[in-house]
């Protein structure tokens, strides 16, 4: 995914491949609800400093964000649900120069939809 652009994207013929495995470990124990289906985008950092993902998604559809070091179960580092159906996630982190993220987009209790999602740096 570019850097400091919006895409779009949609979670409506995806499947659920995230599980509560995936989004485990210490940083992401009381992690969001897995349940729906997953959205993956990955990345690599061009310079060290903070980054930040924003997903924006339709109304009525509440999107679980969450950053992950590597596509592998127990990699969650951190993750965001706090706005609510149709409200904007947003989750910064900071990391050192060409870092691979991947950033997971559910849909809570198994809600899917539409959203625009960007990362910015």
Request: with cysteine.
């Amino acid at each position: 995914m570019p850097l400091n652009t919006l895409a779009g994207g949609t979670a409506l013929n995806s499947t659920d491949d995230m599980d509560e495995t995936w989004l485990s470990g210490a940083a992401c124990a009381n992690g969001p609800d897995s349940a729906g289906r997953d959205v993956i985008y990955a990345f690599t950092t061009t310079t060290a400093g903070r980054y930040t993902v924003r997903v924006r998604p339709e109304s009525g559809y509440d999107v679980p964000l969450a950053l992950l070091r590597a596509c592998a179960p127990l990699s969650c580092v951190s993750w965001e649900n706090t706005r609510g159906a149709g409200g904007e996630e947003i989750l910064s982190f900071d990391v050192t120069a060409s870092t691979a993220s991947t950033v997971v987009i559910d849909g809570y209790a198994g809600i899917r939809g539409a959203f625009d999602v960007g990362v910015e740096h």
